[in-house]
């Protein structure tokens, strides 16, 4: 391994190493609120209106909407992390450190990402290990499961680099998972099947892209989807390449690092 090859594997290293630490130092903020508002979900939904409901595809409700809260804390930890951290980096400019080492754009892009993507996976296994205490929980395909997780999280946490490249102050990282990310992440079928929804809303629904990834999640657990679900991998594996290839493009560019 030459000198130059060696300095890209202890960069990436280190931004991993520090947000990793960053999660774990502030676990109260970074951690802790996805399991307690996970377990109201299950509280409200699954105990209280779940039994009401009765059951959706041959499951039961809070078997049907574990799938779903457990993506939704994947998505928005995902995307919180590298906004945050990145919008951090530019906000006291040790980013500029960054881009003068050895070190190229897409190294600096999959360490923030790879960041996101490990705080949205440990938290996605902590909203499952709360998912036992309410519902059965039976994994039919592995596989589609873990490459839903990452892929899913890799393409929300570069999301959230590419919002943090364009904010120019806290206040900007806020809007999109406000009035953008919320809103899809609720109307993505996580607490309903689209299948009970009219012909409008039913085809309304399709230009959602979050559908597709909650439905794919949950074909690995319970073995159904809304959705046709190998249109939905292929879509998920060309998005994520085309928003990393985007974003090292952009920060090699420097792109928003010069306000």
């Known amino acids: 391994m030459n000198s130059l090859t060696r300095a890209q594997w202890t960069g990436f290293y280190t931004i991993v190493r520090k947000e990793l630490v960053r999660v774990f130092r502030i676990w109260t903020q970074t951690l802790l609120p996805s399991v307690v508002t996970t377990t109201l979900y299950f509280l409200i939904f699954g105990g209280f209106i779940g039994s009401r409901i009765g059951k959706v595809h041959g499951v039961s409700y809070a078997q049907f909407i574990v799938p779903g809260l457990i993506m939704m804390s994947v998505i928005t930890n995902a995307y919180a992390n590298v906004s945050s951290s990145f919008f951090g980096a530019k906000f006291q400019r040790n980013i500029e450190e960054m881009l003068i080492s050895p070190m190229c754009g897409m190294v600096i892009v999959w360490g923030f990402i790879t960041g ?78 689209i299948q009970t929804l009219s012909p409008f809303f039913q085809t309304l629904s399709y230009f959602n892209p979050v559908i597709y990834l909650i439905n794919l999640f949950r074909f690995g657990f319970l073995g159904f989807s809304d959705i046709p679900v190998g249109a939905s991998l292929v879509g998920l594996f060309l998005l994520s390449g085309v928003l990393l290839a985007i974003s090292a493009h952009l920060l090699n560019r420097g792109i928003g690092m010069k306000n």
Not at 131 to 137: D, I, T
């Open 116 to 193: 996101g993507v490990m705080r949205g996976c440990i938290v996605g296994l902590l909203v499952t290990l709360i998912s036992w205490f309410f519902a059965p929980l039976h994994i039919l395909h592995l596989g589609i499961v873990l490459v839903t997780i990452f892929l899913s999280a890799t393409v929300f946490a570069t999301l959230g680099f590419l919002n943090a490249m364009f904010a120019r102050k806290f206040d900007d990282i806020s809007i999109v998972p406000t009035f953008v990310l919320t809103p899809l992440i609720y109307l993505g079928g996580v607490f309903y099947s």
